[in-house]
């Protein structure tokens, strides 16, 4: 029998003075990748804010693994548009916290968090404080303690938004690598097109404030991606074709 998708979002609609969002739908699949792009001021970081359970909507239903969840509070990774490493902690101690919250056992907490900057080569950064990282370079901590948290289905809140161009590209290879290696279900919010056909499985258009879906886009690259996809006709045509959508 054919699994069905681990997230189902259902009409979903939110209203402050105003309709921020308005009768979203979407899904994702286990293990995959789906971008959601849309003006700045739309309400993508509203409808994680949704999603995670941190504002109640209005109106529509979440699904997760087919069950609808109403308290959703814990059931996310969600990394926040705003940088959140605490600069008195170390990066260990960081990622640890990740862990901590997440209620693991003491003793366990410490290794599972060594292991993680191991897998994920930032070890020799271990006893490190954020403010002597480069901007990069603590985005991946973030990262890690967001996956430390909680790694079932991931919210990244324009992760790398702030970031130059070279070093963006360095972390969409870093982030693609630790998908492939934990098998993540992962959304993305970005301005950046390119961005989000270059990591995406899927990519959801959304529609100024109040925010709606346009179109969902359908990225048929082949895995793993290149640097060098960037430049070929395929991705040029989607590319367009999402910026007509825009
Ligand atoms: N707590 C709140 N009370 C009232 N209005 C809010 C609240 N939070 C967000 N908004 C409004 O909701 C709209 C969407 O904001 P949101 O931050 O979700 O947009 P966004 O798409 O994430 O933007 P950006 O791409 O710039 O991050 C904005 O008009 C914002 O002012
Ligand atoms: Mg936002």
Redesign the pocket.
């Known amino acids: 029998m054919k699994k069905g998708p681990k997230l189902i979002i259902k009409n979903l609609s939110l209203s402050?003075?105003e309709s921020?969002i308005r009768k979203i739908s979407l899904d994702v699949n286990e293990g995959e990748i789906v971008s959601i792009i849309?003006?700045?001021?739309?309400?993508?970081?509203?409808?994680f804010?949704v999603i995670s359970g941190i504002l109640k909507q209005d109106d529509g239903v979440i699904k997760i693994d087919g069950l609808e969840e109403k308290q959703r509070q814990g059931k996310f990774g969600y990394m926040f548009?705003e940088p959140l490493l605490f600069p008195w902690l170390k990066v260990l101690d960081n990622i640890m916290l990740g862990f901590e919250i997440k209620g693991l056992e003491k003793n366990q907490v410490k290794i599972e968090a060594l292991d993680l900057l191991k897998k994920f080569n930032l070890f020799e950064y271990s006893n490190f404080y954020p403010n002597n990282l480069s901007g990069g370079m603590k985005q991946k901590v973030a990262l890690l303690r967001t996956i430390a948290f909680n790694s079932n289905i991931l919210l990244l809140?324009?992760p790398f938004g702030s970031l130059d161009a070279i070093t963006r590209s360095s972390l969409h290879l870093y982030l693609l690598e630790i998908w492939k290696k934990l098998k993540l279900s992962i959304i993305f919010?970005t301005?950046d097109i390119r961005e989000a056909i270059f990591l995406s499985d899927r990519v959801y258009v959304l529609s100024k404030?109040p925010?709606n879906v346009v179109d969902c886009i359908k990225i048929n690259l082949p895995r793993p991606r290149k640097i060098a996809d960037l430049t070929s006709p395929k991705f040029v045509e989607m590319e367009k074709k999402l910026m007509s959508l825009l």
């Not at 849309?38 to 409808?47: D, F, M, N, V």
């Open positions: 402050f003075e921020i849309g003006p700045s001021g739309c309400g993508k970081s509203t409808l804010n548009q809140d324009e919010t301005h404030k925010a």
